[in-house]
């Protein structure tokens, strides 16, 4: 596994996309950082951790998706990736909160955030970011976020919950390539937080509502059965969920 260890970056999403437009890297090299200064999430969110205690870093993949728009392909395949690597870790309350949170005890735990490219040459570069809380235990400005040292009540091995998600990552990009995606969007679905409960949400414009969610579309939308017994799919900008 070629790994590259940093001590401090500002985001190792960057890092690793700087890198690939000096050199050739291969595929599923992983850069992680033990501080990230300036960790990204979704639409410019942070994405914050104490320094030395998680698992902050991005793995590329190359070309395992067939077009841009099947981009929700990767989403579903990290975040199932995540929680085959958790249950390994003996965590089971786990939920998928769509599009790419992983909870565990209803708090998030992990956050993935992928970066797409398309080289001249018809080439797709995934950057895939996953922020994962291990080891730290004070949470008092994230009253929704949790680790496994939390959950375990010890710490853990960070290398060794790492190369357990890398090692599902490049086996499910294997399986992917050859088709199998409806296991993981089975798995997806199986494990979608909130679904089948009534809960708040709100659009774009800000206009609250209440809804149920149904599930996640092939392509990523989220369906959302709606007070009028209508369904409604909503892309990942359309909706929030409030919960
Ligand atoms: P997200 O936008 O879904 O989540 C960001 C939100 O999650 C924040 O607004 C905050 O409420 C909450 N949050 C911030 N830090 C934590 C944390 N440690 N634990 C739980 N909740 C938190 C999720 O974005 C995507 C995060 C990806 C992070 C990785 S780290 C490696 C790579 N490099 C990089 O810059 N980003 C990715």
Known sequence: MNIIKLDATPSTNDFLKALLTNQFVENFTVVTAE?????????GAKWEVESGKNLTFSVLVKDVLVEITSIFHLNVLVAVSITEALQRFTISNLAIKWPNDILAENKKIAGVLIENSLKSNGEIFSVVGIGLNV???????????TSLSCILNHDLDKEAVLVSIIQNLKRNVALLQIGDYDKFWEAY???????????????????????????????????VLLDNDSLKTFDIKEVQMLY
């Open 189 to 223: 679905n199986q494990k979608l937080f909130k679904k089948g409960i009534p809960m708040p949400f709100e659009d774009k414009n800000g206009v609250r509502f209440m809804g149920i969610i149904q599930g996640v579309t092939a392509n990523g939308k989220l369906e």
């Open 35 to 43: 501080n990230q200064t300036s960790g990204r999430g979704q639409m």
């Open 135 to 145: 080891n730290q235990k004070n949470f008092d400005d994230l009253p929704k976020a």
